[in-house]
């Protein structure tokens, strides 16, 4: 048993770590101000490194290294996360790293390789929009419907609302997309939900955008569906069988947004520790003081314990992925609910506390700290999973149907 990142992981660690510190870090109030989206030097930067590459296979034009896919994303966006507590480059990768690590796994061959190059290349933004403006936790009602036509193709006519990416899909052009849940049978509940990824430009499709309270350099919007038709080799997995893909998409993504939240946590405490040993009242440095000094001991202690859980996580759907039957749905179930519903909730206490500490100091935009905590709230309600929806699955996982938040009373 070895809890130390690999030579390699850590050779990568390092990499990203340095030329966040250097590229990201200075950009990131820029970043948060910006209606642009990222910088295209930033997403440049990133390509070189490989990041956007960690997901998809070589033969695409990917760096994957099979197994450990989730756990190189992971290190990429808790270094990423560091550089920019505002949460727009972390999020932006991470969706992309992180859907495409799902079209890999389910998308047919021509899907893969119209799509997966193209993120690796930084040139695609590849995102999930399952929520409807109806609900997001609830999937099984989900009611964009897709029926065929003559010529096999999916026909699209529905809603999506609270989505990544609207304004980076239009910038990117094709074949920039969602993952995105649709129903093709009605008449069976959640059995008749089906995954496809859904090109953003395709006759039909229109979309808006809303104005979110942080996260700026991200956009966010809805997209409309009226008679858009989807070519048959964007089926992602088997029809009927969209709910169980996207809860295996959905625990990939959640390692990455955990890891984007512990990554901003632990440049909050690392921010708290250096001006508490600065600031001097009453004769000596605010660390000094034990209501201050433990309270960050506490956060610490919540992030290093998170941080080991997300990596086992991690490691878990990599191990299994190249040894099916090791571990159950059920056993990375609870490691992955687990570090995203404390992630979040962690990750806004320690910039909270941070603004506390630095007095009005931190209520200025003199520090990144308020800026993270407008950011992290996104995961707190809900994107990827609200909170109790994490505390439901673990919950239904332990112990059983009496317990299964998500099915109603009969």
Not at 201 to 218: A, C
Not at 225 to 232: F, G, N, Q, T
Not at 266 to 287: C, D, V
Request: hydrophobic residues 40%; proline residues 4%.
């Amino acid at each position: 048993m070895d809890f130390r990142y690999s030579t390699e992981q850590d050779l990568f660690r390092q990499g990203v770590r340095e030329w966040a510190v250097k590229n990201l870090e200075p950009r990131a109030r820029e970043i948060d101000k910006a209606e642009a989206g990222i910088p295209d030097d930033i997403v440049q930067g990133l390509v070189d490194l490989g990041v956007f590459g960690v997901t998809v296979p070589e033969e695409l034009g990917g760096c994957a290294v099979p197994g450990e896919e989730l756990i190189y994303a992971m290190i990429a966006i808790q270094e990423i996360a560091r550089a920019d507590l505002s949460m727009s480059t972390p999020v932006y990768t991470l969706l992309t790293i992180g859907w495409s690590y799902i079209v890999n796994k389910f998308g047919t061959q021509q899907l893969r390789e119209e799509v997966l190059p193209a993120a690796a290349a930084g040139k695609a933004f590849v995102g999930i929009n399952t929520t409807e403006p109806g609900g997001g936790s609830d999937l099984a009602r989900i009611k964009t419907t897709a029926t065929k036509n003559a010529a096999g193709n999916y026909v699209l006519n529905g809603e999506k609302a609270y989505v990544s990416g609207p304004k980076e899909c239009m910038k990117l052009g094709a074949p920039s997309g969602h993952c995105s849940l649709v129903v093709t049978d009605p008449s069976t509940g959640h059995k008749g939900l089906t995954f496809m990824y859904i090109p953003a430009h395709l006759p039909g499709i229109s979309w808006t955008v809303y104005e979110d309270m942080g996260r700026m350099g991200l956009s966010t919007g809805g997209w409309l569906y009226k008679d858009a038709e989807i070519p048959a080799y964007c089926l992602l997995g088997q029809e009927g069988k969209g709910f169980y893909h996207v809860m295996e998409g959905f625990n990939a993504a959640r390692v990455l947004v955990a890891a984007a939240c512990l990554g901003g946590a632990e440049k909050a405490i690392e921010i708290s520790a250096e001006y508490n040993t600065q600031r001097m009242t009453f004769g000596r440095p605010l660390i000094k003081y034990e209501g201050v000094s433990f309270e960050m001991v506490n956060d610490w202690m919540q992030l290093d314990m998170l941080k080991l859980n997300l990596l086992r996580g991690a490691w878990m759907i990599g191990y299994e992925s190249q040894n099916p039957g090791t571990f159950s749905r059920k056993d990375i179930n609870k490691v992955i609910a687990t570090v995203k519903c404390l992630s979040p909730t962690l990750g806004h206490e320690a910039a909270r506390h941070g603004m506390m500490y630095h007095g009005a100091f931190g209520y200025t935009k003199e520090t990144p700290l308020e800026m993270m905590l407008r950011g992290i709230m996104s995961y707190e309600v809900g994107a990827e999973g609200g909170l109790n929806v994490m505390r439901g699955i673990i919950a239904r996982d332990l112990w059983g149907e009496a317990a299964n938040p998500f099915k109603a009373d009969e």
